[in-house]
């Protein structure tokens, strides 16, 4: 039986995105603060480890997303049809 969704926290891939955002805190509190300060230059040298989580719920989340808008988009052509 499917549930009834309300809201968008009651998305599956709402909650995914929330753990998601707690696997990245959790890197970023490892990195000293020079490490913090140039994140966006030193991406490449995150440890594999600490985030693999983080890739795994990414790419999850990814392949929720275009499937959700696909359906999307198949439902708002079927209704032009109509």
């Not at 959790?26 to 600490?50: A, T």
């Not at 990414?58 to 708002?76: C, P, T």
């Amino acid at each position: 039986m499917s549930q009834v969704i309300r809201s968008y926290r009651d998305l599956v891939v709402w909650r995914k995105g929330l753990d998601l955002i707690g696997e990245v805190d959790g890197i970023v509190e490892s990195f000293n603060s020079y490490q913090r300060w140039s994140l966006g230059m030193h991406c490449k040298y995150l440890p594999d480890v600490k985030t693999e989580a983080a890739l795994g719920l990414l790419n999850e989340i990814g392949r929720m997303l275009r499937s959700l808008s696909g359906r999307i988009r198949e439902d708002a052509l079927a209704q032009r049809r109509r």
